[in-house]
């Protein structure tokens, strides 16, 4: 479903992603782990074309993202959900206004369509009752849960998660990655996860992968991530 080859970004002289290659299948949920700084946000923003690589190919569904032009680019990243670490709710919006906004803005339904279904995805992390606040009135787990639900609202099929326990107490942290499984596991998406949180990675994503000097490094299980030998790997682990 996602496939990324070769993949190169540097600013200045500093290498940050150094021909990377990373598969994700279809329905599959992926951490991309590594301290701050090694290049997690610039390899997400470059998954939505965002950022434009020195070298190297992404191919999402079949679509070669690096390819596209700008107004194909906006047709492509509707049909990505992006859970971006800050939110980034629409401060002067209510939580049910951020999310109709996307209904109205790229669909067809009617009004009372929008509602049904901005009602539904609120219940559904189990925010019902809070979509008359505005972001500034909700917790930080609050926020994360109604970005999750607006990047999920327009039905995408791939969600791409930025450090989504980032500002989270332990609790909050552990139920905003497991809502990120169910809710992926749910709607039937492909899912990239950055995060330098170990623990919650798993609680989210079938395997992981280290981020080390541009490259990914190991696949597979926290069991499996723990039995490398890579120096880098151990130190990020422990
Ligand atoms: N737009 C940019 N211009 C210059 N440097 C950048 C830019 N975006 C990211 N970087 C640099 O790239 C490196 C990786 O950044 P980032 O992907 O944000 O790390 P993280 O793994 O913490 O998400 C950092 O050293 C950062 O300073
Ligand atoms: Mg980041």
Same mark, same amino acid.
């Given at each position: 479903?996602?496939?990324?080859? +070769?993949?190169?970004?540097?600013?200045?002289?500093?290498?940050?992603?150094?021909?990377? !290659?990373?598969?994700?299948?279809?329905?599959?949920?992926?951490?991309?782990?590594?301290? %701050?700084?090694?290049?997690? %946000?610039?390899?997400? $923003?470059?998954?939505? &074309?965002? @950022?434009?690589?020195?070298?190297? #190919?992404?191919?999402?569904?079949?679509?070669?993202?690096?390819?596209?032009?700008?107004? #194909?680019?906006?047709?492509?990243?509707?049909?990505? +959900?992006?859970?971006?670490?800050?939110?980034?709710?629409?401060?002067?919006?209510?939580?049910?206004?951020?999310?109709?906004?996307?209904?109205?803005?790229?669909?067809?339904?009617?009004?009372?369509?929008?509602?049904?279904?901005?009602?539904?995805?609120?219940?559904?992390?189990? @925010?019902?009752?809070?979509?008359?606040?505005?972001?500034?009135?909700?917790?930080?787990? @609050?926020?994360?849960?109604?970005?999750?639900?607006?990047? $999920?609202?327009?039905?995408?099929?791939?969600?791409?998660?930025?450090?989504?326990?980032?500002?989270?107490?332990?609790?909050?942290?552990? !139920?905003?990655? @497991?809502?990120?499984?169910?809710?992926?596991?749910?709607? &039937?998406?492909?899912?990239?996860?950055?995060?330098? /949180?170990?623990?919650?990675?798993?609680? %989210?994503? /079938?395997?992981?992968?280290?981020?080390?000097?541009?490259?990914?490094? +190991?696949?597979?299980?926290?069991?499996?991530?723990? &039995?490398?030998? !890579?120096?880098?790997?151990?130190?990020?682990? #422990?």
């Amino acid at each position: 479903m996602i496939s990324v080859r +070769g993949l190169s970004k540097s600013f200045g002289g500093q290498k940050v992603l150094d021909g990377l !290659d990373l598969d994700v299948a279809r329905g599959e949920i992926l951490a991309v782990m590594g301290p %701050s700084g090694t290049g997690k %946000s610039v390899l997400l $923003l470059h998954l939505i &074309g965002l @950022m434009a690589p020195d070298a190297g #190919e992404i191919y999402i569904d079949g679509i070669n993202v690096t390819r596209l032009k700008e107004r #194909e680019l906006l047709k492509f990243r509707r049909q990505v +959900g992006y859970l971006f670490q800050d939110s980034a709710l629409y401060d002067f919006m209510t939580v049910e206004e951020n999310l109709s906004f996307p209904l109205k803005e790229h669909t067809r339904l009617k009004a009372n369509e929008i509602k049904a279904k901005v009602e539904a995805f609120l219940k559904m992390v189990d @925010m019902a009752g809070a979509g008359s606040k505005y972001p500034s009135e909700l917790s930080g787990g @609050m926020r994360k849960r109604a970005a999750l639900a607006r990047a $999920l609202v327009l039905g995408s099929k791939v969600l791409l998660c930025d450090e989504p326990t980032s500002g989270l107490d332990p609790i909050r942290s552990r !139920d905003i990655s @497991m809502l990120i499984r169910d809710l992926s596991r749910q709607h &039937g998406c492909t899912t990239v996860i950055t995060t330098h /949180d170990v623990r919650n990675a798993f609680r %989210s994503a /079938d395997s992981a992968v280290v981020l080390c000097q541009g490259r990914a490094v +190991g696949r597979g299980s926290e069991q499996a991530l723990r &039995g490398l030998t !890579d120096p880098f790997v151990k130190e990020f682990l #422990e």
